[in-house]
């Protein structure tokens, strides 16, 4: 039985939250205002990133936290319940609320998107741009929630409503597409996806993001550093980038979060948005009629906290709750804040106006009373054969197909042909073809490579993460292209997470796909017409790197005759599909090609999917698959991971690792499948 109306479930969230708002202390509501890291593992555990353990955290009032690991969905479920027992030791018993960045695509990147993991795993945003289904999407949203449900995060710091007019942004990926209006009606379907008609039990809470708009970034850079902090508007468009704010807004969205950057030549003060009180309070608050809560983007008041370097971590904390912010994300001080009150800084009403709200979501996700998951279910529901079935079908279906000519290389290919393959396990196209060693004994060559990037940072910093820069393939990849083009027709798939200048490859290639997050299954499916391409450009394509620089960065569509067009697709004609032959039908063993594995190339994850460096691994880094990194470091080459592990690797022991997966052959040479006769 109830003890006080806040816990008695019969009360309205409103009710609820006014009686418990008025049983805090000071130090109890300054702990709401905190978003930080939650380390998985056991309460004592050092947090990630020199932040607190989540015994500390807990300690100083914090209730919300933001998770980087998934190891599995048990082990994330069983922790969920293990803090929240301890949330229900203290004195109030406020739910822990947990969040997460996405992490059902491909994107690796601890600082913006995760990799899968156990969930299931779908194309990127972009990729639901180029289907521009709203009932996909939907749908979409709809198996994210049930698989947060089942592990316990109940707020999701996403979807990026961004606009893509910036081609060099290195966020790209995570967004829908340049059009305002695509991403309008695709924002509104992922937020009923995930909320559902409004914030419930069954509701994982929306964070969309990043108000007013990020992507009108000065030179495409990034502001999680100082030389991307500008947003500017040449082109006048600042209205344009608010448009899938306001379509969200409309349809329930319950959360918001700034971006770190600061507007340049405009009407605003020229500081971070999550210190702009024209921007929160005046545009979002009063115009705009949003009551949610707005979360600050993560670090602003110890890292990334632009147009205000000169004010104090204290002054920096009282401008951005004078500008609106409801909750700093990435902080984890809230006796900071306790001490601003008790110096008269700041009313204890202002703590109560953003408390009452981040109070009142704990209530409407019914937190308070059904706090635990259980960890059965989270095993047997995330990631399901459904999910998976899928998410496989929605990454074919995102492939866009933007050039298909030649006689023998024309897609979808048929007849067993045989295939010269780059940056594909050949085990994917057993039963399909027959894979060789060198083009001159190919029918036709497939290649997979992804958009190019300038390698920014060291091993060990967010700025290593990014994939920015130029949007040029290097000299050298094009004239390996060109060389194995001059010798059997090519087909050339490019993974898009920026619009890179595909004009070179245009001319190169026999057919060109470009792909959005796409497995080797999902795209064999459809170089053998067993799943058709449905994607079309969610973007332009720029014909050159001069065309992007002399582009306004806040105008879509602005590049001077793109070589593709937002919209461009084409289809197979008089599709359908086709089923997968028996495997022991084709020759997948190869001979050695001479190629060995480098290092500076091949990522963790590529080591840890193949046998054979796996099992070289495992004799020398026992540890690594219970590494608390792991998922956030696959996408990353082994020469980095090597470098990120620092002194923890003794010398010789890296001198052997290196020496026994550089002894490794570059493309495996047997498959468990295929075991014809060549």
Known sequence: ???????????????????????????????????????????????????????????????????????????LAEWHNVIQEAALATRLGIPISVSSDPRHSFS?????????????????FLGFGALDDEALTRSYADTVRKEYLAVGIRAALHPQIDLATEPR??????????????????????????????????????????????????????????????????????????????????????????????????????????FNKQIITGLLREQLGFDGIVCSDWGILSRTCWGVESLSFEERMLKALDAGIDQFGGEHQP???????????????????????????????????????????????????????AGLAAQSAAVTLLANGGA????????????????????????????????????????RTAAPWEQRGIPGDIEFFF????????DDEIAHLRDIASRVPTVIDVYLDRPAILAPLAEIATALTVNFGATDEAYVNVLFGAAEPKGRLPFDIPSSMAAVEQSRPDVPFDTEAPTFR?????????????????????????????RFLDLAVVTLGELLDREDSRSVLARFLPELPSHPMLNMIKGVSFEAVLTLAGSDIPAGVVDRLRAELTAIPATPRASAEGTGDQ
Not at 108 to 124: C, H, I, K, Y
Not at 415 to 434: D, F, M, N, T, V
Not at 566 to 574: A, N, S
């Open 335 to 389: 006796e900071v804040l306790v001490r601003l009150v008790r110096d008269g800084k700041i009313s204890e009403t202002r703590l109560d106006t953003s408390v009452r709200r981040l109070l009142r979501e704990k209530f409407r996700l019914g937190l308070f009373d059904e706090r635990f998951v259980d960890a059965d279910t989270a095993e047997s529901l995330v990631g399901i054969p459904q999910a998976h079935a």
């Open 108 to 124: 690796d990147n601890p600082a913006t998107q995760l990799l899968a993991g156990p969930f299931s795993q779908w194309p990127e």
């Open 169 to 274: 942004w290195a966020r790209q990926s995570g967004v829908f597409s340049e059009s305002a209006e695509v991403t309008s009606r695709l924002g509104v379907a992922y937020v009923e996806g995930m909320q559902g008609p409004e914030v419930g039990r069954r509701s994982v809470s929306v964070m969309a993001k990043h108000f007013p708009g990020g992507g009108p970034q000065l030179d495409g850079e990034d502001p999680h550093f100082a030389y991307g902090r500008e947003q500017v508007y040449p082109g006048g468009r600042f209205d344009l980038h608010l448009e899938p704010f306001k379509a969200v807004i409309a349809a329930g969205v319950s959360q918001l979060m700034p971006y770190y950057g600061m507007p340049i030549g405009t009407e605003y003060e020229e500081v971070g948005f999550s």
């Open 1 to 75: 039985m109830a003890s006080y109306p806040y816990q008695d479930s019969s009360l309205s969230p409103e009710r609820r939250t006014e009686d418990l708002l008025g049983r805090m202390t000071l130090e109890e509501k300054a702990g709401q205002m905190f978003q930080p890291l939650g380390p998985l593992g056991p309460l004592d555990a050092p947090g990630l990133f020199g932040s607190p353990s989540t015994a500390e955290l807990l300690a100083k009032g914090i209730t919300h936290m933001n998770i980087l690991q998934a190891p599995t969905a048990r082990e």
């Open 566 to 594: 937002f919209g461009d697709g084409l289809r197979y004609t008089g599709w359908s599909p086709s089923v997968r032959p028996d495997p022991a039908t084709t020759v997948v063993a190869l001979p050695d090609s001479g």
């Open 467 to 474: 994939r920015a820069g130029s949007l040029d393939f290097h």
């Open 408 to 447: 023998r290389g024309a897609l979808p290919l048929s007849g067993q042909p045989w295939i010269y393959a780059e940056g594909l396990a050949p085990e994917a196209l057993a039963g399909w073809a027959h894979v060789v060693a060198t083009p001159e004994e190919a029918d036709v060559a497939v290649i």
